[in-house]
């Protein structure tokens, strides 16, 4: 590898750099016994993400994905309307999958559709993260937030998701409205040549499917390891390709950020400022749970404010809409970026995620309050 090219590579990888700089300098200012190290790693987290790479990667090796995209641009007329339909998709799958299996499932899948025709892809993975987080505000199980507030809470199914509705409507309502303005009205129009040529290994498509199905499973009854293992064992013995071609960078970057925001949201310094709060008062729960969210992610931030919270589902709303803005206030939006590899990704989530929050946040919190 030239000097050139292992420079642009550092550049692209700029956010593993990053955390892992956070998580040496927080090393290094505030030691911490190896136990801490393993809790704030989040191995299960890790693993599953790993599961899914690799069985994502097969059904992409397999051409599966591309036949598929296919067949949708075939029967979509309006790229209005195939920018809907995926959109409305993905919002969908979050509430039963989670919002970030939804965006393995359905990414890949936009940029083939992106490769055989005028569909925008960039706008379209924007739109797709940002239908995660709304739909998966729905449901207890939609994402990592949702399902640990769901269990401390005590709460029926049918009660958390009632309780969630009004935040979900106008998130929803809000990404109608973006969807139709932003995505060009004109009609769908294949590239030339573009349709694939590859058959289907139905092989290592089925393989891939039902691996996918698998560490799904064993994800919810909280076996991530033993599927992560089983899948890369299986996938070393008959495809080992598609194993070289997984992402294992994005798992690095996700374990930086683990390490480096778990480190930071126990600094003493913190935990100081977060006792002078008074968080009895909805208003403040609300504005820190989204400002927690925007600097260390809503995972970490739901599990910083847990035990101060009174009110599970306002915390629940606040690190929900806390999703939005800042690439880093959801992991899957991370996800999305990686996942389609678009020039310019980042920059173009912020320029539609910065403002979507500033105009949700308010509205979402007065909904939410006449609600309830």
């Known amino acids: 590898m030239t000097a050139r090219r292992l420079l642009d590579r550092l550049k692209a990888e700029w956010l593993l750099l990053a955390f892992a700089l956070l998580t040496v300098v927080l090393g290094c200012l505030d030691p911490q016994p190896l136990r801490a190290w393993q809790r704030w790693l989040q ?21 599966l994905v591309q036949h598929m995209a296919a067949a949708l641009v075939a029967r979509t007329h309006s790229l209005r309307g ?9 919002a969908l799958l979050s509430m039963i999958l989670t919002n970030d299996v939804s965006l393995f499932l359905l990414v890949p899948l936009t940029v083939a559709i992106g490769g055989l025709s005028n569909l925008p892809v960039l706008r379209m993975v924007v739109l797709e993260a940002l239908a995660v987080n709304a739909g998966s505000t729905l449901s207890p199980i939609g994402n990592p ?9 005590q709460l029926p199914f049918l009660a958390f998701a009632w309780a969630m509705l009004p935040a979900a409507a106008v998130m929803f309502a809000m990404l109608a409205a973006l969807a139709w303005t932003w995505l060009p009205r004109e009609r ?28 799904v499973v064993l ?17 070393m013995l008959v495809a080992r ?39 009895g008062r909805p208003l403040t729960l609300y504005l820190v749970g989204i400002l927690a969210s925007q600097a260390i992610s809503n995972v970490p931030a739901t599990v910083l404010l847990l035990d101060r919270a009174h009110d599970p589902i306002a915390l629940a709303v606040a ?14 939006n991370l996800i999305a970026l990686r996942l389609a590899r678009q020039p310019h990704g980042l920059r173009t989530l912020h320029c539609v995620s910065i403002p979507f929050l500033l105009v949700c946040a308010p509205a979402v919190y007065l909904v939410w309050r006449w609600a309830g």
């Open 43 to 63: 191995g299960p987290t890790l693993a599953g993400l790993a599961g899914l790479l690799i069985a994502i990667q097969g059904i992409r090796d397999s051409a």
């Open 145 to 153: 937030q949702n399902l640990l507030l769901w269990q401390h809470g």
């Open 219 to 235: 994800m919810e009854y909280g076996h991530a390891l033993l599927g992560a293992g089983l899948l890369l064992a299986l996938f």
């Open 319 to 332: 690190v929900n809409v806390g999703g939005f803005g800042l690439a880093i206030g959801s992991l899957a």
């Open 82 to 90: 195939l920018g809907l339909l995926l959109a409305s998709s993905a």
């Open 188 to 215: 769908v129009a294949l590239e030339p040549g573009a349709l694939p040529h590859r058959p289907v290994v139905g092989g290592l498509a089925t393989l891939s499917l039902l691996a996918l199905a698998a560490m």
């Open 241 to 279: 390709g598609s194993l070289a071609r997984v992402d294992w960078l994005l798992l690095l970057t996700f374990a930086a950020i683990f390490l480096g925001l778990g480190h930071l949201a126990e600094l003493p310094q913190v935990q100081g400022a977060l006792g002078r709060l008074d968080f």
